[in-house]
């Protein structure tokens, strides 16, 4: 397999989540009580995080990161030691913490409908505000209340912007539609693909939605990506690479890639991102949709009595 095989199913899939939007359902746990009297008499605090600059990480053996620095002074007012516990993302976090895995999480978590109840928010130093960015002069009538967005479709990256958008759909009573877009690459032991296409909405609009989405997914398969849309996802994974470069973990991760398949994606990343062309896209949709080889599952929760 090629750097270039392997970037364009990647590209396949960030370009059909132009629609895109993630949400994710996460089964709380319950877990026994342990609190700060039994902290200090283990002598140990331990904070659970993600690694980044902005976080927590290592430079020459020392920790650092700005929840480093306020979870070690928090540590020291309690006259305990710190340790600190990495999390792969925020489900894993969150999930850590009520295994009982940790005594708190030092990373800003958005406060959302589904955690509400099973965690404790605390500390304001960062608070923000979602806003709805529109063009003033377009032929649409700005939107000035979040109730016109009822019936509306609504893109928005993946993580707390959807599970954000969710929650207010569920406020609303619903009539907001969100759509994920996620896939994964598979080369052993055979090479695969996998697209998933997962969204939520009311069992009586199911049917409408799924032939909105196979006629889109069609559509790219006959006729390719328009001019735009491929220069919005060549602009995107240009931008994403940049940000991976500073981070040890892609590097250990294409390390890895390099050693195993004998694929480089970090040479030449740019050169072979900017020649997909809109064809080679067409062909990878057409060649993946013909296949026939799918799977609908339909999950509906029990009315409320």
């Not at 199913?9 to 370009?15: D, G, R």
């Not at 002069?137 to 912007?161: A, M, R």
């Not at 598979?186 to 199911?206: G, H, N, R, V």
């Not at 997909?276 to 949709?289: G, P, R």
Request: proline content about 3%; aromatic content about 10%.
């Amino acid at each position: 397999m090629t750097a270039r095989r392997s970037i364009l199913p990647v590209f396949f899939i960030i370009l059909f989540s132009v629609l895109a939007c993630k949400h994710r359902h996460h089964p709380a746990e319950e877990t026994g009580a342990y609190d700060l009297t039994q902290i200090k008499d283990s002598g140990e605090l331990v904070v659970l995080t993600l690694y980044s600059s902005t976080t927590y990480f290592i430079y020459r053996g020392q920790e650092m990161g700005f929840q480093y620095e306020l979870s070690e002074q928090f540590a020291k007012s309690l006259g305990v030691k710190l340790r600190v516990e990495v999390a792969r993302n925020v489900s894993e976090l969150i999930q850590k913490l009520l295994s009982g895995e940790g005594d708190l999480i030092a990373y800003n978590l958005p406060i959302t409908k589904e955690w509400k109840d099973s965690l404790i928010y605390c500390g304001e130093e960062v608070i923000t505000h979602q806003v709805i960015v529109q063009r003033n002069n377009g032929k649409t009538k700005p939107i000035t209340d979040v109730t016109e967005l009822i019936g509306k479709e609504v893109y928005v990256k993946p993580g707390k912007y959807y599970d954000r958008l969710v929650n207010l759909n569920n406020e609303l009573g619903g009539g907001i539609y969100g759509v994920y877009v996620g896939g994964s690459l598979s080369k052993y032991p055979k090479e695969t693909a996998l697209l998933q296409i997962i969204f939520d909405t009311a069992p009586d609009k199911k049917d409408k939605l799924m032939k909105i989405i196979f006629a889109e997914a069609e559509n790219l398969a006959k006729a390719g990506p328009s001019d735009a849309n491929l220069k919005k996802v060549k602009e995107y994974m240009l931008k994403k690479h940049t940000e991976d470069l500073k981070e040890n973990r892609f590097w250990l991760g294409s390390i890895d890639e390099y050693i195993f398949t004998g694929v480089d994606m970090i040479k030449d990343y740019e050169n072979l991102v900017n020649s997909i062309t809109a064809k080679e896209v067409q062909k990878f949709a057409d060649d993946l949709m013909k296949q026939k080889n799918e799977v609908e599952v339909t999950m509906v929760s029990p009315e409320k009595k």
